[in-house]
């Protein structure tokens, strides 16, 4: 008895400190939930003002595209077959993009670069010296995609005379008279009169021909050929197989004269006032095409193109040196 009064102070004690134990630890898991709690609603805020920015920032993005985007082109065809050709090529820009695209036939080259220059087209198939003059006056087109035509980004300028016809070198082109598609054309105009110029040594290529008529496409200056009323013809090469379906006897009844030297091909040109993650789209969207064989067969029906390949300002420097014999000639004006 006496040796269970000593001990009863220690049991005592013991079970004190098991019940402080036992309160501390609950109190730290109390503590630790709480604190729990704290970083999962400081997550939560975090990820939802992520969210947030990104939604603002996509909102931004569409908030800055027009409620249409306008995509022109220049006539290589008669405008009614070119308006038909390129319109499943707008439905599907629109379905991809996510925002209207209507394409716009131009009347000529001039008008594609002025529409683009004043917000007017936001996508312009533009051809290289076309592309260097709009690139002079605005600084608001870029080059960001170019044609490519049976494996290759460049091409050449055409010269085709009519199949009977007594002119056998360009040379015998001296007096003739020349049919051209517009004076801005790269292949139509600007490349075969840099070359009699620097050939021949004529100052203007007026100068070489006894007449000369601006056709408004490349069908319409052969046709002008085929018809008897021109003597040549210069178009991108062979510009006879776009009017073949309609003039079977093309392939037959004119024939090649000669060509220029090598050409950079033809751009996609875009208006950079549009949000850059919408010009990387639509870059993403036409290099897909190189992998649908429908819309291949489509870009195929309008220009010719068999693929699409990337491009960047710096490629039609070439270009540049050549329109300087132009400067004062050929102008968007």
């Known amino acids: ?32 939930d709480d604190n729990s709690g704290s970083e999962e609603t400081e997550e939560t805020n975090n990820n939802e003002g992520n969210d947030t920015e990104a939604d603002e920032t996509e909102a931004d993005a569409t908030e800055d595209l027009p409620n249409e985007i306008v995509m022109g082109f220049v006539p290589s065809q008669d405008s009614a077959n070119i308006a038909n050709t390129v319109e499943p090529l707008a439905e599907r820009l629109t379905e991809e993009l996510g925002v209207t695209v209507r394409g716009e036939v131009m009347t000529n080259y001039t008008a594609l670069v002025e529409a683009m220059g ?19 006056r605005y600084d608001n087109i870029e080059a960001i995609l170019k044609s490519v035509r049976h494996g290759s980004s460049t091409y050449k300028a ?29 292949s139509g105009y600007l490349y075969p009169a840099a070359q009699l110029m620097d050939d021949y040594g004529v100052e203007r290529a007026e100068e070489f021909f006894s007449d000369m008529i601006q056709a408004g496409s490349h069908d319409n200056a052969l046709i002008t050929v085929l018809e008897g009323d021109a003597d ?9 197989t776009a009017i073949e379906e309609d003039y079977p006897e093309a392939m037959d009844d004119l024939r090649v004269l000669g060509y220029t030297d090598e050409i950079p091909n033809d751009t996609i040109s875009i208006n950079t006032t549009l949000p850059q993650s919408f010009i990387d789209q639509v870059i993403s969207v036409f ?13 195929d029906e309008v220009y010719n ?18 329109a300087e014999k132009f400067s004062d000639e050929v102008t968007l004006d």
């Open 1 to 32: 008895m006496n040796e269970l009064k000593k001990l009863l102070p220690w049991l005592l004690v013991l079970m004190l400190a098991v019940v402080l134990v036992a309160c501390g630890t609950e109190d730290a898991n109390e503590d630790a």
């Open 232 to 240: 040549v013809a210069t178009t991108f090469d062979d510009a006879r």
């Open 158 to 186: 055409q010269y085709t005379v009519r199949a009977d016809s007594d002119i056998e070198s360009i040379e015998d082109l001296e007096g003739k008279i020349w049919a051209f598609p517009d004076l801005a054309s790269t």
């Open 287 to 299: 290099m897909s095409f190189n992998d649908d064989d429908e819309m291949i067969t489509i870009m």
């Open 118 to 136: 004043n917000d007017q087209v936001h996508i312009g198939f533009i051809p290289a010296f076309g592309y260097v003059l709009a690139t002079d």
């Open 305 to 322: 193109w068999t693929g699409i390949d990337n491009a960047s300002d710096s490629d039609y420097d070439v270009v540049r040196s050549v």
